[in-house]
């Protein structure tokens, strides 16, 4: 099988999660402002960015160990059964390391 689509959404997206977790940083640093009910609807804020920041870490490891397994020829091949992975679950999931019998 040929994983040129996979492997270039996976790299279009891990682009835009970095960009992504880097403006998260940015505003997450930013200095809180002086007055007391401002910081608390700022530290609101960051909750969901932190929220959001974890969530998107967890889909970029997702995508690095996809990519790695595109490199190491064991794309496409279940991680529990060894089962080949539906083509169209791959387009739809393509960092999804599982069949659908495996993942459900």
């Known amino acids: 099988m040929d994983f040129t689509r996979q492997k270039t959404s996976l790299l279009e ?3 835009a999660l970095t960009a992504h977790l880097n403006a998260v940083e940015h ?3 930013e200095t809180p402002p002086k007055d007391w ?4 609807s700022e ?3 960051d909750e969901v960015l932190e929220v959001l920041g974890l969530k998107e870490m967890a889909e970029l490891r997702r995508i690095d160990a996809a990519l790695a397994r595109i490199e190491a020829g064991s794309y496409g091949i279940c991680q529990m059964c060894g089962e080949s992975i539906a083509e169209p679950r791959l387009e739809f999931l393509p960092d999804t390391p ?3 019998a495996c993942a459900s």
């Open 43 to 45: 530290r609101q804020g």
């Open 98 to 100: 599982f069949c659908t």
């Open 27 to 29: 505003a997450l640093d």
């Open 13 to 15: 997206r891990r682009e």
């Open 37 to 40: 009910e401002d910081r608390a």
